[in-house]
């Protein structure tokens, strides 16, 4: 098993620019999150997904940010036009099912930097 | 929302002591509290979880305690080793994902 597939690890966009983050979650799991990561701060929840549907989105900023989950392929966090603040570590989650009756699995992380 | 606070934000111990990492949380609702140890420069592991429906859970060094009615729920890390050190997050699950404390920075020093 393969584990939770973050690509690309480091990703530098100059402001204005667009970022797409990728995400494929383990094998069997159809629940994925997205967290992002300042330096010494804790992870901040974005969006919570299901195959094709998004569950709940109350942590992503309403503007230049999106997500989606389809059927086929990874689930992709989307930033456009990017500015200085949006450089962080993003991590995705993925679990078989509901929380509470199972955990997350983090991957590995995408590192964001816009010069 | 839910609501978690983490304490201390550092803690550095000599090894071989106990480390304890304490955490509130807001919604009475809550019920999986999972803890999250992170390396720096990778991804959080999951190294202990715990459910509403007991109040401690041990896995070797590792042991939870949840206090249900304070709503508080703890880290006890015994004989620490200089591997322990890491930052480590605790967690309560929210309506559908986890929020997160915001961190504790474990130093153990030899």
């Known amino acids: 098993n393969a584990g939770v597939m973050q690509n690309p690890r480091h990703l530098v966009r100059r402001r204005g620019q667009e970022a797409r983050l990728r995400c494929s979650p383990m094998?069997?799991?159809?629940?994925v999150y997205w967290y992002r990561q300042l330096p010494e701060e804790g992870l901040k929840f974005m969006v919570y997904l299901q195959k094709e549907n998004i569950i709940d989105e109350s942590g992503m900023p309403k503007e230049r940010f999106s997500a989606e989950f389809p059927k086929e392929g990874p689930s992709i966090l989307r930033i456009q036009q990017v500015v200085r603040g949006d450089s962080a570590a993003y991590f995705c989650?993925?679990?078989?099912?509901?929380?509470?009756?199972?955990?997350?699995?983090f991957g590995s992380g995408t590192r964001l930097t816009v010069v | 929302g839910e609501n978690v606070e983490q304490h201390p934000s550092t803690l550095s111990v000599q090894e071989g002591d106990s480390a304890v990492i304490k955490c509130t949380y807001s919604?009475?609702?809550?019920?999986?509290f999972p803890w999250y140890k992170q390396e720096l420069g990778k991804r959080p592991q999951l190294i202990i979880d715990i459910r509403s429906n007991v109040g401690e859970k041990k896995d070797q060094r590792i042991a939870v305690t949840l206090n249900k009615t304070a709503k508080h729920f703890s880290l006890h890390i015994t004989e620490t080793q200089p591997e322990d050190s890491a930052v480590y997050f605790c967690a309560a699950r929210g309506d559908y994902a986890l929020n997160f404390g915001k961190g504790t920075s474990l130093l153990v020093t030899p």
């Open positions: 989650a993925s679990s078989p099912g509901v929380l509470g009756a199972y955990g997350y699995t």
């Open positions: 919604d009475s609702a809550s019920n999986y």
């Open positions: 094998k069997g799991h159809s629940h």
